[in-house]
C-alpha cells in the first residue's frame, strides 16, 4: 500500500532537511557572491567569470562524483565535500580576489554536485515503486523551495559585512548532520554511465539544443541576476525579493505546464513556453519604466517562462527512449546543461556591462526566439511522437543522473507486459516504416533507436527465423 504523503515525508525528513539545508546555503552564497562582486568594483567579465566556475565545477563532480562515491562510501563522501564547501564560504570572506574567488567558485560547484549525488542516492534507496512520483515530487518542492529561502536570507544582514558567509556556511555545515547521525543503511554502489553528446543528439536534435538554452538561462538568472537589479537601482532588500520571484514563479508553473505537455504535442508547448519568454524578454524594450515599477511580477512573470525548459527538454528526450536508456540519458543532458549554464553569466555579464541592465532580458529574448525558431524548423522534419506514445511528464532536479533513478518512468517493465509485447510484435507495419520516414525516404533523427530493419528477410522462411523488433512506448 503507498505511504501517505505525511508517512513519505516523515520517513525521507532527514534527507530533505539536508536538501533544503543545502540548496539553502548555496543559493544564499551564489546571490551574495554576485552582489558582493558588483560592490567590491569588480568589472562585470570577471563578475561572470566568478560566477561561471561553479558551472565548470558542478559538471566535474557530475562525471567524477560516481567514482568518488563508490570508493569512500556515502557518508564519507558527504561528510568530506559538506565540510570543505562550508570552508571554502568562508575563505570568500579572507579572500577578496576575483582569481581566487572562481577557483572558489570550481570547487564549490564541485563538493555541491557531490552532495546532491549522496542525497538524491538516498532517497532512490528510500523509495519504492508506489512512492517514487510523491518523492521526486517532494524533493522538487523542497529542493525550489531552500533555493527561494536563500534568497530572502540576504535581508539578514548587510552584503559587505561577513555574516552572511557565516549563515551560508552554517546552513552547508547543517546539511551534513541529518545523514551522518541516520541508522539507515547507506544505499548501493552509484552508476556513473552516461550517453555520448552524438548520440544524444541523433535522438533528438531538439532536445539537446532546448537543454542547452535552458542551461544559458539558468546560468544568466542565478548568476547575473542579483547584479541585474542593483544595476535597476534595487536595494538589497528588493533584490532579494526579485531573485525569490522568479524562483518562485517557475516553482509553481513548472509542474502544471508539464501537466499540459502530456495533453498536448510537448514540442508544441515547448514553443510556446519560448516565446512566451521572448516577449518578456522585449518587454522591457516597449515599456521600459513599467517594468521597472514591477520589476519583481516581471521577475515572477519571466521564471515561468525559463524554469520549466529543461524539464520540457528532457521529458521530450524521454519520449524518445526505452525506460533502461532515461538514466544514461540524464547523464550526457546534465553535463550539456552545465557546460551551457557556464555561459550564462559570461554572456549576462559582458551584455550587461557593455549595454546597460536591460540587455539581460534582451538576452532572454534572443536564447527563447533561437530555440523556438529550432523547434519550428524540427516541427517540418520526418514524425512526430503523438500523445499516446509520450511518456508522463515527471519535472527532475537539474542536479545528478541519479535524480532520475527516483523518477516513476525508469521503472523497469514487468515481466508479463513485456511477454505480451514481444508476442505482439510479429514485425513492422510498411505504414508504419512510410510515417517515420522524410519526404526524401530517410529516417527522422528523433526516430533513431525506434525502429530496427531487418534486411537479410528476403522471403517468407528468413522471416520465420528472424523477426524485427519494434520496441512499444512503455
Known amino acids: 500500500m503507498p505511504r501517505s504523503p505525511v508517512a513519505l515525508i516523515i520517513a525521507l525528513s532527514a534527507t530533505l532537511f539536508a536538501a533544503f539545508a543545502l540548496n539553502s546555503g548555496a543559493s544564499l552564497q551564489s546571490s551574495l557572491l554576485a552582489l558582493r562582486s558588483s560592490s567590491e568594483g569588480f568589472a562585470p567579465i570577471y563578475t561572470g567569470i566568478i560566477m561561471a566556475s561553479y558551472y565548470i565545477g558542478f559538471v566535474a563532480g557530475i562525471i567524477w562524483g560516481a567514482s568518488l562515491v563508490n570508493r569512500v562510501g556515502h557518508i564519507r563522501t558527504f561528510a568530506a565535500l559538506a565540510s570543505t564547501a562550508s570552508a571554502i564560504t568562508l575563505l570568500h570572506a579572507v579572500l577578496v580576489d576575483p582569481i581566487t574567488w572562481s577557483l572558489f567558485r570550481i570547487l564549490t560547484g564541485l563538493c555541491v554536485s557531490g552532495l546532491y549525488l549522496v542525497i538524491e542516492s538516498w532517497l532512490n534507496a528510500q523509495a519504492d515503486n508506489t512512492s517514487r512520483g510523491s518523492t521526486i515530487a517532494i524533493y522538487m518542492t523542497v529542493s525550489l523551495g531552500g533555493l527561494a529561502i536563500g534568497q530572502l536570507l540576504l535581508n539578514v544582514s548587510p552584503i559587505s559585512s561577513f555574516e552572511l558567509f557565516t549563515v551560508a556556511s552554517v546552513l552547508l555545515s547543517l546539511s551534513l548532520v541529518p545523514l551522518s547521525l541516520t541508522r539507515q543503511p547507506p544505499p548501493a554502489a552509484v552508476s556513473g554511465e552516461r550517453m555520448t553528446f552524438r548520440r544524444l543528439y541523433k535522438i533528438s ?270
Open 205 to 474: 536534435p531538439l532536445g539537446f539544443v532546448a537543454a542547452s538554452g535552458a542551461g544559458v538561462l539558468s546560468g544568466a538568472v542565478y548568476g547575473v541576476g542579483p547584479v541585474f537589479a542593483a544595476d535597476l537601482g534595487l536595494p538589497t532588500t528588493d533584490v532579494a525579493y526579485f531573485m525569490f520571484f522568479v524562483i518562485l514563479g517557475g516553482m509553481i508553473m513548472q509542474f502544471p505546464i508539464g501537466k499540459i505537455s502530456d495533453v498536448v504535442p510537448r514540442q508544441y508547448v515547448m514553443i510556446v513556453v519560448l516565446l512566451g519568454l521572448a516577449v518578456c524578454g522585449l518587454m522591457p524594450l516597449a515599456a521600459p519604466e513599467l517594468v521597472r515599477e514591477n520589476l519583481t511580477v516581471w521577475g515572477g512573470i519571466t521564471g515561468v517562462f525559463i524554469m520549466p525548459i529543461y524539464g520540457l527538454a528532457v521529458a521530450y528526450v524521454n519520449d524518445y527512449l526505452e525506460p533502461e536508456d532515461i538514466v544514461p540519458a540524464s547523464g550526457g543532458l546534465l553535463i550539456i546543461y552545465g557546460a551551457s549554464a557556464a555561459s550564462g553569466p559570461l554572456l549576462g555579464s559582458s551584455a550587461v556591462g557593455q549595454f546597460g541592465p536591460w540587455a539581460l532580458p534582451v538576452l532572454f529574448a534572443i536564447i527563447g526566439i533561437a530555440v523556438a525558431a529550432f523547434a519550428f524548423y524540427r516541427a517540418g522534419l520526418g514524425r512526430r511522437i503523438s500523445i499516446e506514445e509520450q511518456g508522463q511528464f515527471v519535472a527532475v532536479p537539474r542536479t545528478t543522473p541519479m535524480a532520475f533513478e527516483l523518477s516513476p518512468i525508469t521503472d523497469d517493465v514487468p515481466a508479463d507486459e513485456q511477454a505480451a509485447d514481444v508476442a505482439s510484435d510479429s514485425g513492422p507495419d510498411i505504414e508504419e516504416i512510410a510515417e517515420m520516414m522524410t519526404p526524401d525516404g530517410t529516417a527522422h533523427p528523433d526516430d533513431i533507436g525506434q525502429v530496427q530493419l531487418d534486411d537479410t528477410r528476403d522471403d517468407q522462411a528468413s522471416e520465420d527465423k528472424t523477426k524485427t523488433d519494434i520496441p512499444s512506448k512503455r
